[in-house]
């Protein structure tokens, strides 16, 4: 089975500061991977999505991600956060290959400091 | 545009009570359907994933249903809530024609007292 893995829990930074979300995966071939953002009590909000070609993608929010196959990678950052962006993140890619089903990481819960 | 839809969002309910959450998708048609369950620090659990009305594929084993009556409404219920049902509920959609992203509806806080 694919696996899709988040290995921080919390973070916490400064409003300013960069920031850098990490998300490993675990899969044979090349995969799709998204990361969404969820404020507290509610749903989830698409940031971006990887599918073939330009390995560094931009998405909303002014955040962007870089896959790294050679790291089975996906990193979220974001060069300069603001106290909005505090909330979970999480990190997701399909279950197996020909599915339409996705496996979410953990999530990791960012706390921005002013 | 797409919409999806989550009613109630909030529900308080005993155990050994019956439950009917419901889901509907507005601007798309033959969508993927999906529920999941989120607990506090575990994540999204998939429950249950539709391809289309009357086909529903369950994930886990679990106290829960789910039916898709029409193209674009997914119903999750239970006959006798436990407990262990508490959490929060999450409706999605995805186009139909695979390995696109899902979008969320704004989930429904079930608490089983």
């Known amino acids: 089975a694919q696996s899709v893995t988040q290995p921080d829990i919390h973070i916490t930074v400064s409003e300013g500061a960069s920031l850098e979300l990490r998300c490993n995966y675990s899969y044979g071939a090349t995969p799709y991977l998204f990361w969404y953002v969820q404020s507290p009590g509610q749903g989830l909000q698409l940031l971006l999505k990887y599918f073939s070609g330009d390995t560094l993608v931009q998405g909303i929010k002014g955040f962007e991600a870089e896959f790294k196959r050679s790291q089975s990678s996906f990193n979220l950052r974001k060069p300069s956060v603001h106290w909005s962006d505090a909330a979970e993140y999480f990190c997701a890619g399909p279950q197996s290959y020909n599915t339409d089903k996705l496996i979410f990481g953990t999530g990791t819960r960012l706390q921005v400091f002013p | 545009s797409q919409t999806i839809h989550q009613w109630p969002a909030t529900l308080v309910q005993p155990v050994g009570s019956p439950l009917s959450l419901e889901c509907t998708v507005e601007g798309t048609s033959n969508p993927n359907l999906y529920w999941y369950r989120q607990a506090a620090g575990r994540g999204l659990q998939l429950l249950f994933y539709s391809v289309g009305i009357g086909q529903i594929s369950s994930e886990v084993p679990q106290n829960l249903s789910a039916s898709r009556p029409q193209d674009r409404q997914f119903i999750l219920s239970s006959k006798k809530l436990l407990l262990s049902d508490s959490g929060f509920y999450l409706c999605?959609?995805?186009?139909?024609?695979?390995?696109?992203?899902?979008?969320f509806g704004p989930g429904t806080r079930l608490t089983v007292t």
């Open positions: 999605a959609w995805s186009p139909s024609r695979g390995g696109d992203e899902q979008y």
